[in-house]
């Protein structure tokens, strides 16, 4: 069928929102930091229903993608695009978060005001329909908007919807929460390299497995892409690292939250290890385990060949206290420091989410705890979190069903805002806690410190440099959480938040060009201070014998009782008996093994 047969165009606009600042800005940048693997993972569904003409023969399909995280979304060009006669289209808002969501809305008013058919999916649509015994309010008005409600995953169903979308006969609701598809042989997440390129460093990203077996109270994935893992092979992995080589791109985010539980992670690991060493590339590759994942035969070895340079460990907290009562029984403080040298030890540079706000905290609980850890474990980049009641979560769900105050507006559960009430901190102190714990822990001794571990495990200081203008840059400078961050902040004064008023161009330019200059004029002077200082840490010829308490080695009867990480409560206390009494046991067992 030649061009000119085809009757129907179909535009599909898919858009992955940001979120709005504290003024109701909405938080963007020249180039982001962290890209998104919904939108990688729709589009490239979207790229095989195309090629495979799943919509018919006769209909000619335009894909157009967005993340308004590093580009500003020309809302009107794609009204005037699926406003054509000759046209039929729909706008996707994916992978929407819960702070995501007011966005998404006031886009999708935008859209549905002009006739435009709409759709919402992500997480918050996802872990309120699978949690909730009703639609919240949110959900609700969009539905009344006649915006279509996407619960769940794309794979083997998406033309589906693309087809009902294309007969303009689109239901409120798509609930596919009790039907996880298979993730092995189907379409790879992929993005064109024009927007690889709008990432920090090019990063594309992927997933090569969904699910987790854990219980963590406080997490949304395991009610989201459910508890029974899934898991791509190591073909589907080396087809899509390929196809992004071949558009230049070889810096990869696996976005797995656990990879160390993915059953096919040696296979993928050898086929990257050995597609590196074939193409020569300096492959760069960032992946997120569990604390446990060292004690995995060849896990971290074979992690260092495929090209990993960074990894994230939800370490989460120091206190087994804390740890019991968000239900993450698989972390073990006596694992920690052993863990953290072992990724050390491959110069892999090792980041760890620590979460605050659990029942057990005070603001001056949190403020030791971050002293022991700075003290005692060899962590290199340390990011924080408040505790959250996230849609989706068990802990959400606990909290409504008891009728238990939380924030009505979506927008600050960003895990750097307090959403709810807390038995031992007042909202002021825990926000303040928040805000405080990232100029404890990167302050300028412990920057330097950063920088003398690094030289003397064989790595580079300038890394912690790097990732320091990154992590307490973003904070101290930006004011938003690194994971939000970027290159160059935007503003666009027409985008602001809807149940905020427009400034006007004299009030909204000369206060943004001030903004700019106090912010970007002492972010310049803190990089210049700390690389003089990564300069002089590496001329100094002491700090190669250089050691602290954090980087003792452990010895193989477990770790020393007398750390204070593990004598300061009686948790902690309990789990360093435990943990050598099952030393003492293997110790055993080997002599007899021995003797037999």
């Not at 858009?15 to 504290?22: A, R, V």
Request: with cysteine; net charge negative.
């Amino acid at each position: 069928m030649s061009k000119g047969d085809r009757e129907q165009r179909f535009c599909i606009e898919l858009i992955k929102p940001s979120h709005y600042d504290d003024d109701g800005y909405v938080i963007q940048w020249a180039k982001a930091w962290v890209p998104s693997n919904t939108l990688s993972s729709l589009y490239g569904i979207t790229l095989d229903v195309m090629e495979r003409r799943l919509l018919g023969d006769d209909v000619e399909i335009e894909l157009n993608a967005y993340d308004e995280t590093n580009t500003i979304i020309p809302i009107k060009n794609i009204i005037r695009r699926l406003t054509d006669p000759d046209v039929k289209g729909i706008v996707c808002l994916v992978g929407v978060q819960s702070n995501q969501f007011p966005r998404a809305m006031d886009m999708a008013r935008q859209f549905r005001a002009k006739g435009i058919q709409v759709a919402i999916g992500g997480f918050h649509p996802s872990g309120c329909l699978s949690m909730l015994p009703e639609l919240p309010p949110d959900l609700q008005e969009a539905l009344d908007l006649g915006i279509s409600l996407y619960a769940g995953e794309g794979e083997g169903r998406l033309h589906l919807f693309y087809q009902d979308a294309l007969n303009q006969n689109l239901k409120p609701i798509y609930n596919y929460m009790n039907d996880l598809p298979g993730i092995d042989n189907q379409p790879t997440p992929y993005l064109p390299e024009s927007m690889v390129r709008r990432y920090g460093g090019s990063v594309a990203c992927f997933d090569a497995g969904r699910g987790c077996p854990f219980q963590c109270s406080f997490c949304t994935i395991i009610n989201v892409q459910g508890r029974k893992s899934r898991f791509r092979e190591a073909d589907d992995v080396e087809r899509l690292v390929r196809a992004n080589i071949e558009q230049g791109i070889n810096r990869f985010f696996i976005t797995d939250d656990n990879f160390a539980r993915n059953k096919n992670w040696e296979a993928i690991f050898d086929r990257l290890g050995d597609l590196k060493e074939e193409t020569g590339l300096p492959f760069s590759i960032i992946i997120q385990v569990d604390t446990l994942c060292h004690k995995i035969e060849n896990f971290i070895a074979k992690a260092k060949r495929a090209g990993v340079a960074r990894v994230f460990i939800g370490l989460e907290n120091i206190n087994p206290d804390n740890l019991m009562a968000a239900k993450k029984r698989q972390n073990r403080i006596t694992e920690y420091r052993l863990m953290l040298q072992e990724w050390r030890n491959h110069q892999i540079l090792t980041y760890a989410g620590y979460i605050l706000g659990f029942p057990a905290d005070t603001p001056e609980k949190i403020a030791h705890d971050i002293e022991v850890i700075k003290r005692e474990l060899p962590i290199d980049i340390l990011e924080f979190f408040c505790l959250t009641p996230l849609p989706g979560s068990e802990d959400h769900q606990s909290l409504h069903k008891h009728g238990i105050a939380m924030d009505p507006d979506m927008n600050i559960y960003d895990l750097e805002h307090v959403c709810t009430g807390h038995a031992l901190m007042t909202k002021d102190e825990w926000q303040g806690i928040y805000n405080k714990a990232w100029d404890l822990y990167y302050s300028d001794d412990h920057l330097e410190t950063l920088m003398k571990r690094m030289l003397v495990s064989g790595n580079k200081p300038e890394r912690i440099w790097a990732h320091a203008l990154q992590f307490a840059g973003s904070i101290r400078y930006e004011k938003v959480h690194p994971l939000q961050g970027g290159y160059f902040r935007r503003k666009v004064r027409t985008q602001r938040r809807s149940t905020m008023p427009l400034e006007s161009p004299l009030v909204f330019y000369p206060r943004r060009v001030w903004e700019t200059l106090t912010t970007y004029i002492p972010f310049a002077g803190f990089a210049l201070r700390l690389w003089i200082k990564c300069q002089q840490v590496k001329r100094d010829p002491a700090n190669k014998n250089y050691t602290d308490l954090a980087l003792t080695p452990v010895t193989d009867h477990g770790e020393d009782e007398s750390l204070e990480m593990f004598a300061h409560t009686g948790a902690a206390q309990a789990a360093v008996a435990k943990a050598q009494k099952e030393a003492a046991a293997r110790e055993k067992h080997a002599k007899v093994a021995a003797a037999g």
